[in-house]
């Protein structure tokens, strides 16, 4: 749950004053001269003298005189309440004195405690260097001495104020976009910030990225775990305020494509915080800390299948809204013989891992798609695309063919159970890691089928052994060729797949009549 800070300014600025230390002696002296001048003190005093008029008024009525002088003396009665009269009163002004003293003391401790909490507050690197060996690993080497939430099967991340965090806020300073060292941050009581700091009204997104926010696959596996974050709490938190990190490092931008989809998916402008943690001399930089702060640092790291599944279902569906495009997809489009259209499309790169011989891979399986009725062949280039154009062509596509690159990420716009076809250069099996799988594991996230991936047997020569790591230099722009009998039968194989499940898909529409896509997104926990 947000915790409200309680306080009533948009940005509350805490200036460099400092309090003024405590006296005992001349604490002392303000206290007697108040006993003396207040005006408390002065209606004690007339309370006092009124009473004392009355009880001689009628002690004087009760008491005969005994002699001809008896009536100028007072009795001992009266002379024993006058006594307790002048006691209860100065016992009153001695408590009203103590417990004067004792506020003062308390509001100066007051005081000094958040004198001190405020000058307790530490400020650690983002990037811990002593982690730079395992940094994506464990607590990571971005603000290391922190512990993650993590519930089984969702998503990790930190909040900040929580009972994890003992209620304290999470603030940051520096700007630093090369050397995330020179980054800190710190915790922080609502109530006593700490000097020169500046405090962000609502919910902010901190994010940690070991790779970078232009790719859109590097950028989008950090955005992930936000979105899912974001159906875990019912989509009812958006945050007017994103700050980015690369190794502690500030971004300032993330690419278009990756901005754009988050915009979809959260409804509104994307605002990357860039003017905070400014600095105004080499020793005193002001931090700016934050109401409500979710920290992401590992991707998509601990979420289950079936949270990813989730999560993409949603960037699909928002993607689409946004851009216009029928949340129905390719399900109930026929050809005029009432079969099920069939969307061949072939997402080309230029430049590195593209196509040597573009022209000869295109024929090939556009012979393919028009052996099939009711198939349509596609070609597109990524680079040539806006945002909501890929969202649209995705829409149209049952079967992606396309070298290995980001552009293979669009893959979660398609339809779910939509099929991949994925290229290689020489030499990535031997030497690529595990980086090489990507589209295999995004492809099972999001609902897809990943046909498998052709490797190419020829290019251009390494000077040193083939598993020598120094020829993926060699290997991983390189241009990608082709084999005419392997592409032909691949995509006859896959194409007839896809239609049987079309026509499976249409005629179990046509039998459930209340088989209804879905008017808008869903977003549950």
Known sequence: MTRSVGLSQQERTISNHKYKPYHPKQHSKTNSLFSLYSPKFSIYLLITCAIIFILFQIQSLQTPPSSPFSSLLPSWTFLNQWQK????????????????????????????????????????????????????????????????????????????????????????????????????????????????????????????????????????????????????????????????????????????????????????????????????????????????????????????????????DLLRCKARIYCNVSLEGRLSEVNEGGLPVVGMTMYMRTGPRSFRNESVVIKIFEKECQKVEGCRFIVAYSSNLTFCEQVKVMSLTDILISPHGAQLTNIILMDKNSSVLEFFPKGWLKLAGVGQYVYHWIASWSGMKHEGAWRDPDGDPCPYSDDDRRCMAVYKGAKIGYNETYFSEWARGVLSEVRIRKKEELASKKKNSDHAIPSGCQCSS
Not at 118 to 141: C, I
Not at 172 to 183: E, I, R, S, V
């Open 85 to 312: 009269v002048i006691i209860n009163t100065s016992t009153s002004i001695s408590t009203f004195n103590h417990d004067h003293n004792c506020n003062n003391d308390q509001d100066n401790l007051t005081k000094s405690m958040a004198v001190k909490l405020r000058e307790s507050v530490t400020f650690l690197p983002l990037k811990d260097l002593r982690y730079s060996s395992t940094a994506q690993q464990g607590h990571t080497w971005f603000m290391s001495s922190m512990y993650d939430t993590h519930e089984e099967g969702e998503v990790q991340y930190q909040r900040f104020p929580s009972n994890a965090s003992k209620g304290r806020v999470l603030c940051l300073k520096g700007n630093d976009t090369h050397d995330g060292a020179w980054n800190y941050y710190a915790l922080a009581w609502p109530e006593t910030l700490p000097y020169n700091s500046t405090l962000k009204k609502g919910l902010t997104f901190v994010s940690y990225n070991h790779y970078n926010y232009d790719n859109i696959w590097h950028g989008l596996s950090a955005m992930v775990p936000f979105v899912a974050w974001h159906i875990k709490n019912q989509c009812s938190l958006v945050p007017p305020r994103w700050i980015l990190y690369h190794w502690g490092e500030l971004r300032i931008k993330m690419g278009p494509w990756l901005k754009s989809l988050m915009e979809a998916t959260f409804g509104e402008p994307l605002h990357i915080e860039t003017n905070y943690g400014n600095q105004e001399s080499e020793n005193n930089m002001i931090a700016s800390c934050f109401e409500d702060a979710v920290v992401m640092r590992h991707n998509e790291g601990g979420m289950s299948r079936q949270k990813r599944i989730q999560v993409y």
